[in-house]
Every structure is written in structure tokens, then in C-alpha cells.
């Protein structure tokens, strides 16, 4: 019998990954802030719960899709949490991408209830929660994450132990300062090719199988090239992200000035609006 999973946020992520998991045929419990996010899910099959303390009382894997390092205490610790809830042997699986420290707290407070905690951030946005080929990266017990493994492989195809608790949310630590520093570098390819008068669609049909080529330039760049700025990732949550990564750096004396300069510059966009656009409308920084 397939085992009953609570899922907490459904978002531009969570959506796809309930549905991956329901079409796998495990029964899904979900909760969200706002319900009315939750209808097409509940029509498809999903059940609806009132608050993350009746999804951990249900389901024997919790896992957490939300915001914000202080949406996810909220959800663990907060009255009506999920530790409020949940019983030994259950599972917690927080995929946020949120600081190493919490994953840790977690970690330790999932512990003194007999239960197992694992921090499992993904890359891949939307498009990869869709298709289920997210990237998971995983931190906690090594047996944990082998006996939860079948249910990450429904939701990705690139799924790795990265070691002790936070060592997941350390590991998309790097993700995002990659990222950052090369949604610049391909930023600026594209405004550099529309200010040499080139065809910007036979520019990246020539470098983007080459050296220079991304996953950011195959899949936001033609994005870009439609003027469609929907967020398969928010420009918000883009820099909680970088500002947890610049934290961390500081923590252990490190200078990252490509990951400062993306945040710079994302920052401004923020300003100018754009918080809620995807992290491809770097572009109009430039105008």
C-alpha cells in the first residue's frame, strides 16, 4: 500500500508535484494558505486539509513546498504546525529553499518526537516540476533518504545525498550562486546581440550547444525572445535565496562578488516592480 503524503504549499512548484505524485498513485493530502489555489487539485483528486497540524495527523510523509524561512517555522512550530501534529515514525520533507540552520533545528526537533527529517531543496522550476526531473538535493540520515527515495524519483531524476542535515540547503546554496552570476552572463549576451544589430534566435542556435550554453539560456532565454515574463521561479524568492547564500558566505568569511552584483541588480528590479516576475526579466534592467 502506497504510503499517504501531506503536501504543504501549492504553488507554481507544488501544483506539478502533487499531480506527479496522485498520477503515481499515492493519496495526497494538501493545505495552503489561501484554499482557493487548492480547488483544481481537490477536484483531481486530492483531499483538503485545514491546517499543516491535520496534514502531519494524516499522512505518514509530510512534505513542505512554501514561501520563506519564516513561512517554514510557521508551518513546523507555529500552534496549528506540523510538529504540532505529527507522531512517531512519520517523515518530514521540507523542499523550500531556506536556510541551513533551520534545516537543522528541523532536523533535531524531528528527533525529540521520533520522527526523521530530511532538507530536499530543488532546482529545475516549474518546467522541471512538471516533467518531474527536478534536481533534489538532500541532507539528514542516509537511510531516510534511501527508504524515501522512490517518492523523489517521481518528482525528479536527479536526486542526491548530499550528507548531515542543512547539507541540502547548503548544496542549492550553490546552485543559486551559479545561477546568478550566469543569468548576467546570458542577460547580457542577448543585449549585446540586439545592440550588434543580430537575429537574437540564430545568435543562441549557435553558442547555446557550445561552451557558453545553460540551462538558463535553452529554457528562460526563448522566454525572453517572447516578451513572456511569467515566473517559473519569482524574482522574490530568487533573492531570500541569494540573500540567505550571502549570509552564509559571510558566516564563513567568503567574498562573493558575482553573487552581490546579481543580488544588486535583482534588488533594483524589485524595486522597479517586478518581485513577482520570473528571474528571465533580468533583462529589463537594461531597458
Known amino acids: 500500500m502506497q504510503k499517504k503524503i501531506g503536501f504543504i504549499g501549492i504553488g507554481v512548484m507544488g501544483n506539478s508535484m502533487v499531480r506527479n505524485l496522485m498520477a503515481n498513485g499515492y493519496p495526497v493530502f494538501i493545505y495552503t494558505r489561501t484554499k482557493e489555489k487548492a480547488e483544481g487539485l481537490v477536484a483531481e483528486g486530492a483531499s483538503w486539509k485545514a491546517s499543516p497540524k491535520e496534514i502531519a495527523e494524516e499522512a505518514d510523509i509530510i512534505i ?50 521520533e520522527m526523521d527529517a530530511l532538507d530536499a531543496p530543488v532546482s529545475g522550476g516549474d518546467i522541471g516540476a512538471k516533467n518531474g526531473t527536478l534536481s533534489i538535493m538532500v541532507g539528514g540520515t542516509e537511510k531516510v533518504f534511501n527508504e524515501i527515495h522512490p517518492v523523489f524519483s517521481v518528482l525528479g531524476n536527479n536526486i542526491v545525498f548530499q550528507g548531515e542535515a542543512g547539507a541540502g540547503q547548503h548544496t542549492k546554496m550553490c546552485n543559486q550562486i551559479a545561477i546568478a552570476s550566469n543569468m548576467i552572463g546570458v542577460t547580457e549576451a542577448l543585449v549585446y546581440a540586439r545592440n550588434a544589430g543580430l537575429d537574437p534566435e540564430k545568435m543562441l542556435a549557435s553558442i547555446s550547444t557550445g561552451a557558453a550554453g545553460s540551462w538558463s539560456m535553452s529554457n528562460l532565454l526563448p522566454r525572453v525572445l517572447k516578451e513572456d515574463y511569467s515566473p517559473g521561479f519569482f524574482i522574490k524568492h530568487f533573492i531570500k535565496d541569494m540573500g540567505i547564500a550571502l549570509e552564509e558566505a559571510k558566516k564563513m568569511e567568503l567574498e562573493l562578488p558575482g553573487l552581490a552584483l546579481a543580488e544588486k541588480l535583482y534588488q533594483s528590479l524589485a524595486g522597479k516592480g517586478e518581485e513577482d516576475s520570473g528571474t528571465q526579466a533580468l533583462i529589463k534592467y537594461w531597458g
Do not use: R, W
Open 64 to 113: 513542505t513546498m512554501v514561501g520563506y524561512p519564516h513561512d517554514v517555522e510557521t508551518v513546523y512550530f507555529g500552534d496549528n504546525g506540523i510538529f504540532a501534529g505529527a507522531g512517531k515514525g512519520k517523515v518530514l520533507i521540507d523542499m523550500t529553499t531556506s536556510t541551513p540552520t533551520l534545516a537543522k533545528q528541523i532536523f533535531e526537533e524531528a528527533k525529540n518526537h
